[in-house]
């Protein structure tokens, strides 16, 4: 009973790295983010995901922007268009 447990432990742990990086956003990507979030006047942020919906498609998050003197969770769809800013 063990041994099927320690190789699906072993699978899952092995794979791990293949989703993780499916949820990085490229260079091109990360480059047109800071682009369109310093035309939206945001100089920082803490963390950008791109994240997988259940639809196939996918958005970009991103955490902590720093935009004036507050900061916001910030939402983008594939094409860059905002789709939510939400104060911390």
Do not use: W
């Given at each position: 009973m063990l041994k099927p447990a320690a190789a699906f432990a072993i699978a899952v742990i092995a794979v791990t790295p293949?989703?993780?990086?499916?949820?990085?956003p490229?260079?091109?990507?990360?480059?047109?983010?800071?682009?369109?979030l310093a035309a939206m006047g945001c100089t920082g942020h803490e963390e950008i995901e791109?994240?997988?919906?259940?639809d196939g498609g996918y958005h970009f998050e991103i955490d902590d922007a720093e935009c004036g003197d507050a900061r916001y969770d910030i939402k983008f769809d594939?094409?860059?268009?905002?789709?939510?800013?939400?104060?911390?």
């Open positions: 293949a989703f993780a990086d499916d949820q990085r490229s260079a091109d990507e990360t480059k047109k983010i800071t682009e369109v791109k994240e997988t919906r259940t594939k094409d860059f268009k905002l789709m939510s800013k939400e104060r911390e």
